[in-house]
């Protein structure tokens, strides 16, 4: 099962968009692969997201390993803080 972080290429939120970027940066930094999803190119994409993660209203970044939530960008910083991010991530 790999690491999937569900993402948007069209947002006009900052904020999203600088959670997207750390989370990915952050990964590629500890050489942790993962699979990025661009849920605006698909809207089965979103739903899928939206259905792991148990919110029917979630918005990214959100991420996953396989069909198992780990998490969102809050969970990733505190994970990051708390030095657990192997944890929260199922690794």
């Known amino acids: 099962m790999s690491l ?9 939120s900052l904020k999203i968009k600088k959670e997207q970027d750390h989370i990915m940066s952050v990964l590629k930094s500890k050489k942790i692969p993962f699979n990025a999803v661009d849920i605006s190119q698909n809207p089965q994409d979103k739903e899928l997201m939206r259905e792991i993660a148990g919110n029917p209203t979630a918005l990214p970044p959100q991420i996953c390993k396989g069909k198992k939530y780990c998490g969102d960008a809050t969970g990733f910083q505190e994970a990051i803080e708390e030095e657990k991010l192997e944890s929260f991530l199922n690794l």
């Open 4 to 12: 999937t972080v569900y993402f948007t290429s069209v947002s006009s």
